[in-house]
């Protein structure tokens, strides 16, 4: 009798330890298994360091200011007043010429291009071949619109600048400032990360899972703002009145999508922006013939819908915002 009670406590504490031995192996592997995720995430793939942003509560919101950061190993870096450019003060050197560059995501650039190939730095670059003194502030977010556009040049001012420029597409005139939570987009961080992994899984694979988005943004009470239909080109043609009352030259450029660029068509809110600079005597300068002349193959420079973000569509889009500043500015 108490050989079998020997054998079986020395059976039971077997499986005890078999147990703890593959526990231990299971948490091993584990912890092995996340750390290489996130060697991959961080280093290899180039998360856990976003572009920040902040709320405003006139603006919207806007890049959060004084950032240096490494997304998908390009380099972007926000000066302190929250542009995707070089330093700029408010009172400029009398000698030296500014351009204001006025966008949405287009211009912002994204974080697949490098900070030295988006368009506006491109455009720094060959302004200053002859003499170093242009000065280019990228003034931009992703989904700005004329409301947001009108809002920071009322809240900030013109910079003393010399030249402004504004680049538009057929649906930004209807591209209106919701004023919701950043949470609400997962595309709008306002801090980093604690691990690159968290970004995959929540802003890449966990927000693609079929009414994610839909039940979080409930919760956050995240709704569409109406708005009426004119407000758009309401806020635009305010914009072009105190840009004119401060006597600085302003031109449009209208930039085609990838379906207007395929289809040498344009959408309703093209004419509607054309219309509204002609009223106001205002330039307008098209990148379709730019794009064109570039590439005839949509892939070439456009990563999706509308964004050109390739090397090439920055160029391109670089070639037109020169073209703008020709008649101004001696080169």
Known sequence: ML???????????????????????????LIIFLSSLEIIARYIIGLGDPPLYLSHPTIEYEMAPSQRVK?????????SLGMRSDE?????????????????SIVWGGALIDQKNIATEILKRNL?????????????AGSWGPGNWLAHLKER???????????????????????NSLKCTLSSPTEK???????????????????????MFEKLDCKEKIYPSNKGLNDLQEFFTIVLKNKIPIKVIQFWDREEFINEETK???????????????????TLPFFKK??????????????????????????????????NFSF
């Open 3 to 29: 050989k079998i009670n020997l054998k079986t406590i020395i059976y039971k504490k077997f499986l005890i330890n078999l147990k703890l031995k593959n526990h231990y192996k299971f948490t091993l592997y």
């Open 71 to 79: 997304r998908f190993h390009r380099n972007i870096f926000i000066n």
């Open 88 to 104: 700029l003060t408010n009172h400029k050197n009398k000698n030296n010429k500014r351009v204001l560059v006025y966008g949405d």
């Open 128 to 140: 200053n071949k002859k003499e170093n003194n242009f000065e280019v502030a990228n003034i931009s």
């Open 157 to 179: 001012g013109t910079y003393n600048s010399d030249q402004i420029l504004i680049v538009i597409s057929s649906d930004d005139w209807k591209d209106n400032p919701h004023f």
């Open 193 to 215: 990360p604690k691990l690159a992994i968290n970004e995959l899984f929540i802003r890449y694979f966990y927000s693609k899972i079929s009414n994610y988005n839909s039940r």
């Open 268 to 286: 309703l809110g093209y004419s509607l922006v054309k219309d509204l600079a002609k009223k106001n005597n205002l330039t307008t300068i098209d």
């Open 294 to 327: 570039c590439s005839s193959d949509p892939n070439d420079l456009f990563t999706d819908y509308i964004h050109p973000f390739t090397k090439l569509g920055q160029s391109c889009l670089a070639e037109v915002l020169e073209y703008a500043l020709k008649n």
